[in-house]
Every structure is written in structure tokens, then in C-alpha cells.
């Protein structure tokens, strides 16, 4: 079984100050993560994926998140906010050689000018 | 590249009535997976197709919900007859995973459903 716990249901942050979105993942086999963005009224588009290569993995518009396998997470991170960063973000966990995705319940994050 | 498209984006029905939804995945994408989304929750799956073949229909309420991928590209999901709690934004994803791996799953923007 595999299972995905998203901290913040909402983060709120000011333009150009760091964003961390945390994520606590469960898995019984060596896990791929995701995070997936979601802007309004949007598909989700992918952000950044884990699969058991480099520990520190670089995702699109500057996010980055660092896999932990000793406290089982996948925090996201990103060093300076911008005003377009205001979406629905989810942390995403599948098992190695499966394809089903579990997906965490999502955190709001908003952006103050 | 065009992406995952689909249609509507929106959709308004009376409950009981049947509404369909329609998913292109992108092209040379074997595997399509459509997902529902209920408000303030992340994506669960529904079907998955490896080409015309569903692989995992599970979680598909087979008393009302359907769906088809006839020629292995295109698929349908219809509900019939549709009921309140069917209010949600079903997603279409695809990836050209093939059973047993792990790939990328790049999603369309989804149908929103309102059944009043």
C-alpha cells in the first residue's frame, strides 16, 4: 500500500520570500514521487518527478524538492515567490514498476504582492 | 506537441439524465487513464486502457459509469444516469507506459460536471 500526507492544506507566502510545501509519503517498494501542479480551471501539469536517481531533483520554474528516505519525504521547495506560483499543488506517490498514482489531498498556496 | 484534450470543459445536467466526456491522449501514448477529482481532493482513478484493453477498472461504479477506447485512441467516459454526487472534474491522462512501469502521466484540463 502507498499512501501520500500533505502537511499545509494552505500556505500563504509574500512575493519573493522561499515557498516550502511538505509532503510525508508511505510506501511498501521503492517509491517514484511527483509533484503536480494545478493551476484554476487548468490540467495538472508536472513539476518535478523522483525515481530513484539523484536525491536533489530540479524541476520547471524553479522549483526543487529533496527526497528523504530516512523521514520518508519529499518536501518542494522554490527560493523566491512570484505572484504565478498561486495554484493547487500535490505530492504524488506510486510504488516502483506501477503505475497508480496516490495522491496527496493538496495545498493551496497564495501569494501576496 | 499538443497536449491531453478534452470536451466539454464544462458541463451542466439535470440528475438522471446521461452525459458523455471525451478524451484525445497524446500522440503515441498507448496508456489512457481517466481520473475524477472531487472539490478539494486530489485525482482518483477510475479506468485505465492499455490501447483498447481496460487493464483496471476497479474503481469504475459499473452500475451507472462506462467507457470505451474502441480504436486504442480515443476514449469516452459516459454516466447514465447521473446523480448529484457525480459533481466533480473528470480527468483524462495519458503515458506511454507500458503494464508493470512507471511513467509520466500528462493530464488534460479536465470536465467539470454540475448535476443539479
Known amino acids: 500500500a502507498q499512501s501520500v500526507t500533505q502537511l499545509d492544506s494552505h500556505v500563504s507566502v509574500s512575493e519573493g520570500t522561499p515557498v516550502l510545501l511538505r509532503c510525508n509519503y508511505s510506501?511498501?517498494?521503492?517509491?517514484?514521487l511527483f509533484w503536480y501542479v494545478q493551476h484554476p480551471n487548468k490540467g495538472l501539469q508536472l513539476l518535478l518527478k523522483?525515481?530513484?536517481?539523484?536525491?536533489l531533483v530540479k524541476g520547471i520554474n524553479g522549483f526543487e524538492a529533496e527526497f528523504k528516505k530516512s523521514e520518508t519525504s519529499f518536501h518542494l521547495t522554490k527560493p523566491s515567490a512570484h505572484m504565478s506560483d498561486a495554484a493547487e499543488y500535490f505530492c504524488?506517490?506510486?510504488?516502483?514498476?506501477?503505475?497508480?498514482?496516490?495522491f496527496g489531498a493538496g495545498t493551496t498556496v497564495t501569494v501576496r504582492a | 506537441e499538443a497536449g491531453v484534450v478534452q470536451s466539454p470543459r464544462y458541463k451542466i445536467i439535470e440528475k438522471k439524465q446521461p452525459v458523455a466526456f471525451w478524451c484525445n491522449p497524446i500522440?503515441?501514448?498507448?496508456?489512457l487513464y481517466w481520473y475524477r477529482q472531487n472539490l478539494g481532493q486530489g485525482p482518483e482513478l477510475l479506468i485505465r486502457?492499455?490501447?483498447?484493453?481496460?487493464?483496471?477498472d476497479s474503481q469504475l461504479p459499473k452500475d451507472r459509469f462506462s467507457a470505451e477506447r474502441l480504436k486504442g485512441v480515443d476514449s469516452t467516459l459516459k454516466i447514465q444516469p447521473a446523480e448529484l454526487g457525480d459533481s466533480a472534474v473528470y480527468l483524462c491522462?495519458?503515458?506511454?507506459?507500458?503494464?508493470?512501469?512507471?511513467?509520466?502521466?500528462?493530464f488534460g484540463p479536465g470536465t467539470r460536471l454540475t448535476v443539479l
Open positions: 491522462a495519458s503515458s506511454p507506459a507500458h503494464r508493470g512501469s512507471t511513467d509520466t502521466q500528462y
Open positions: 510506501s511498501s517498494y521503492s517509491p517514484s
Open positions: 523522483y525515481t530513484s536517481a539523484a536525491t
Open positions: 504524488v506517490v506510486s510504488s516502483a514498476n506501477d503505475y497508480k498514482l496516490s
Open positions: 500522440s503515441g501514448h498507448n496508456t
Open positions: 486502457y492499455e490501447n483498447e484493453e481496460a487493464v483496471d
